[in-house]
C-alpha cells in the first residue's frame, strides 16, 4: 500500500503520492520554512533535494514518500524511513510542515499515518525496533511545546539532545594559532576512504552507530 492512501487528514487537505523531482522545488521551500520557524537558518534548494533522493537506499520513493496539500498547495510532506544500527531497527517519521499549517491535529494524522507505513520493515528485521522522531525541545527537565510535546504525547521520550550556538556578528574574531606539528593541507582522492573510515569510528558508542558496509565504502 502507498503512504498517501493511509491517511486520514483533517478537513480541506489531501494526500497524494511523491511524482519525483517535479515536487522538488514546492517541497525546498516548505522545508526551509519549516526550519527558519525552528531557528535553523539553513536554506533549502531543489537541486539540493535532486542530489539528496537521486539515491535513496532507506525509503523506497514511489510507495513510502507522500505530499500533503491544501487548496492546491504543498504545505508539508512525509518521508517515514528505516535505519538499522548496532542496537536494532530505528523506524523514523518526518513531518516537515509549513509554519502555517503547523497544527496538532494535522500533525498526528501523518505521523500515525507514518507509524502504521513503517512496520512493514518489522517483518523484514529479527530484534530490537523503535520508533524515533526529530523535534525542537527545551531540555532535560524541561516541558516541551509543539512537536515535542504532541510525540510524548504518543508515547514518545527524548532520549538525545542537540545543540545550535549562533555568534552575533564576525568581529573580534580571535586569530589562534594551530599547534606545532598540525598542518591544513588539501585532501587527496586516495586518502578519501582512511578519512571516512576514521571518522566513522570517532563515533562508535553513540546512539545511532551503524558498522561501516562495503557499499559505503563504494559510494566514496
Known sequence: MHLAERFE???DYTARPYAGSSDHPAMARVLTAYRHAKGNPEMVLAEHLDRDYADLTDCDPSLDIAMIEHAGDLVGY???TFSEIATGLD????TPLHPDHLDRTLF???VAAEETHLRKWLDRH??????????????PGETPTGEAAWLEARGYEATEWGASLKRPHLD???DIPLPDGIEVRPVEPGQMEHIVREHHECF???WDFSELEADDISHI
Do not use: K, N, S
Open 91 to 94: 523506524l523514523v517519521v518526518f
Open 9 to 11: 487528514l483533517p478537513t
Open 78 to 80: 512525509a518521508r517515514p
Open 204 to 206: 562508535r558508542g553513540e
Open 108 to 110: 498526528d494524522a501523518i
Open 172 to 174: 573580534d574574531i580571535p
Open 126 to 139: 529479527e530484534g530490537a525496533a523503535r520508533y524515533r522522531a526529530y523535534a525542537g525541545h527545551p531540555g
